[in-house]
């Protein structure tokens, strides 16, 4: 028993902890919320680096197989809340923005050569697919995006929390009943 629980232990390889690796210079009060990899060599993570009660800004990095660095951001990201990344490829990075106090939500998408922000209503998850296409889920819909522009949108029966993908055919999405707050589960099969 013991040996299999340290089994499990040995087995986590640690890329990231505070403050033993100084390449990557964040400061304390930096907290992450989501990460998304694709391999050894691509992964990128978002939070935000909270300071007292005086404000905070948007933390977006990215893993090149070596070391984490600090992604720039357009100026309309800089100051919202990531909360959410998912990436298909290099070139097509889908991150979760939003500001509570001034409603100025919406996705940013990276195309491997710059972030681009996409102005939406209330997004809760995106879900980057092949090519520069994403899922994103907003109050009620699952609209398809192709890096700039709405492809289509369909009604989902209730909010969506979370979406996961075997292919552009076989969508599942989870959340819960607008009003009701019971649990829901939906599957999209491309149709």
Known sequence: MIAY?????????LVYAEPKHPWLDL???TSFTEVSAL?????????????????????????????WRRETL??????????????????????VASDNESGEDGLLHYDGRRWRFLGLKTVSEALAMGGQRAWA????????????????????????????????????????????????IAHFDGT
């Open 5 to 13: 629980a340290l089994s499990l232990l040995l087995s986590w390889h």
């Open 27 to 29: 400061d304390h009060g």
């Open 39 to 67: 391999d050894a060599r691509h992964a990128w993570a978002v939070g935000e680096n909270q300071w007292g009660t005086d404000g905070h800004y948007s933390v977006l990095v990215r893993w090149d197989g070596r070391s």
């Open 74 to 95: 357009p100026r309309k990201g800089a100051w919202l809340d990531l909360t959410r990344v998912d990436a298909s490829s290099p070139r097509n990075v889908w991150v």
């Open 137 to 184: 889920f907003t109050d009620g819909h699952a609209s398809l995006y192709d890096g700039t522009r709405r492809l289509r949108s369909d009604r989902v029966p209730f909010e969506v929390s979370a979406a996961d993908a075997l292919s552009d055919g076989d969508i599942w999405a989870v959340g819960r009943e607008s009003g009701e707050f019971r649990p829901a």
